[in-house]
């Protein structure tokens, strides 16, 4: 392993088990993180991705490892932006909840219902995408991810 690096997984982190997030959310493998569409849609095409090693900082990445991260958050933003039109995208890596490197990447909309307000702050009941609502949205984000590869 090279400086700074930590172990390829930790046996009580949820992501590394593949406990959280569930498998039927699966968007993607980018590369150094794999793309789960959030099991709480309130906002709408609000994903996760999570980085494949066990790694609670950024600064236990290498140089490379950090860049490529970032890219593969921007494509997901990027496609998410496409596919929700979205006005802002919200970017959050906080890791006190589940100490694992993992990205929120939450497209922001035109109907809002609070725009000014981190997701985190917004009060409201769990929206869970089933059956084909779940397919057809986990397939328009990914033909946006393969298109602007």
């Keep these: ?3 700074g690096q930590q172990a390829v997984s930790d046996s009580s982190c949820q992501a590394c088990t ?3 997030p569930g498998p039927d959310h699966f968007l993607g493998d980018l590369g150094l993180s794999k793309a789960y569409l959030h099991e709480d849609q309130f ?3 609000w994903t996760v991705l999570i980085f494949h090693r ?3 900082e950024l600064f236990q990445l290498t140089s490379p490892e950090r860049a490529q991260l970032m890219e593969e958050v921007s494509h997901v933003a990027s496609a998410l932006s496409e596919v929700y039109q979205a006005k802002k995208i919200n970017y ?3 890791g006190n909840q589940l100490p694992h490197i993992h990205w929120h990447v939450i497209p922001r909309l035109p109907d809002d219902p609070a725009p000014l307000e981190p997701v ?3 009060s409201h009941d769990t929206v869970r995408l089933t059956g084909s609502s779940l397919h057809d949205t986990i397939d328009r984000v990914r033909s946006a991810l393969r298109k602007n590869r």
Excluded: K
């Design 1 to 3: 392993m090279e400086d």
């Design 18 to 20: 593949g406990t959280w």
């Design 43 to 45: 906002f709408p095409g």
């Design 54 to 56: 066990h790694a609670t």
């Design 92 to 94: 959050e890596l906080l």
């Design 120 to 122: 985190w702050r917004v």
